[in-house]
């Protein structure tokens, strides 16, 4: 199972840095952006892809830079800031976004609906189970 999810996550990471975005994180922070339809504090989408904030922030850098996203203050006091997806950003995953699901699909298009939806049901067992995970 672990060489299987690694060499997935290669595979991915090699795709989307082809692609003109630095990680998996960054193309999942586009993600999270566009599906909210609204600016987000970073607190939220750390949150929301279950990151650090300063893990976050590595990532935000880099899509700023590439001029995906826009950071600005929110409010009086200049201390809220939120994220807001570009132009650019927001063509980027309505690009990358039905490519991703065609790999998807070919993954697992070998399966039959029920063996779907089989492993469906095994992979959130299994992702409930690593949140209790201990080494």
Do not use: C
């Not at 692609?19 to 929301?48: D, H, K, M, Y």
């Not at 298009?109 to 779907?116: D, F, I, K, M, V």
């Amino acid at each position: 199972m672990y060489l299987l999810a690694t060499m997935i996550e290669r595979m991915s990471q090699a795709w989307v840095r082809d692609q003109g975005l630095s990680s998996l994180a960054a193309f999942n922070v586009l993600t999270v952006l566009q599906g909210a339809g609204e600016p987000l504090q970073p607190s939220t989408i750390a949150a929301r892809l279950m990151v650090t904030r300063g893990t976050l922030t590595g990532i935000l850098d880099s899509l700023e830079r590439g001029g995906y996203i826009d950071r600005r203050q929110q409010g009086g006091d200049g201390r809220t800031r939120v994220v807001t997806l570009t132009d650019s950003g927001r063509r980027k995953v309505v690009e990358l976004r039905p490519r991703v699901h065609q790999a998807e699909r070919h993954l697992v298009g070998g399966l039959t609906p029920a063996e779907q939806a089989a492993l469906v049901g095994m992979l959130a067992r299994i992702q409930d189970a690593t949140s209790r995970l201990v080494f």
